[in-house]
């Protein structure tokens, strides 16, 4: 989610910035829905309390970031006259998207004692 949120930043000269973007940012977004659907699978294998924690409702929060903000990124090509606006929408929660996961990925290392 890193290299396609630089190179919407820093390549946007080159033909190719939109695929290698798209590609780079749905990769993201699968890794952190695939990682969501593991933390979730663990706890009902262990503990089975969900939303305990302060760290789970981030991890919440992230995968709905990591569903909404490729979705606004497909459709600010199809909103008219609004597509100015979900492309706003758009690059301000891709910038959140990547705060609001390093956050989780933090108070979750935090949790098992990395730091
Ligand atoms: C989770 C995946 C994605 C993330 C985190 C993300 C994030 C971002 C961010 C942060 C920007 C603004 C960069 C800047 O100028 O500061 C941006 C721009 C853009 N993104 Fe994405 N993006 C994602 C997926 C997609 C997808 C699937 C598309 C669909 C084609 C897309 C299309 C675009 C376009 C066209 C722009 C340029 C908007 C403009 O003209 O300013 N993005 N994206």
Redesign the pocket.
């Known amino acids: 989610?890193i290299s396609?949120?630089s190179a919407?930043?820093y390549i946007r000269r080159k033909r190719w910035w939109?695929a290698f973007?798209?590609t780079a940012?749905?990769l993201?977004?699968g890794a952190i829905l695939f990682g969501a659907g593991a933390a979730v699978s663990m706890v009902a294998l262990s503990l089975g309390e969900h939303f305990r924690i302060g760290h789970t409702y981030l991890g919440a929060a992230t995968a709905v970031c990591?569903i909404a903000?490729?979705v606004l990124?497909?459709f600010?090509?199809k909103a008219g006259v609004r597509s100015g606006m979900i492309?706003a929408m758009?690059?301000w929660s891709?910038?959140f998207?990547?705060l609001i996961a390093f956050v989780t990925i933090l108070t979750g290392l935090w949790l098992i004692g990395i730091f």
Do not use: D, E, K, N
Request: charged share 15%.
């Open positions: 989610m396609g949120v919407a930043m939109l973007h798209r940012g749905l993201g977004s990591a903000v490729p990124g497909f600010q090509f492309r758009h690059r891709g910038r998207t990547l």
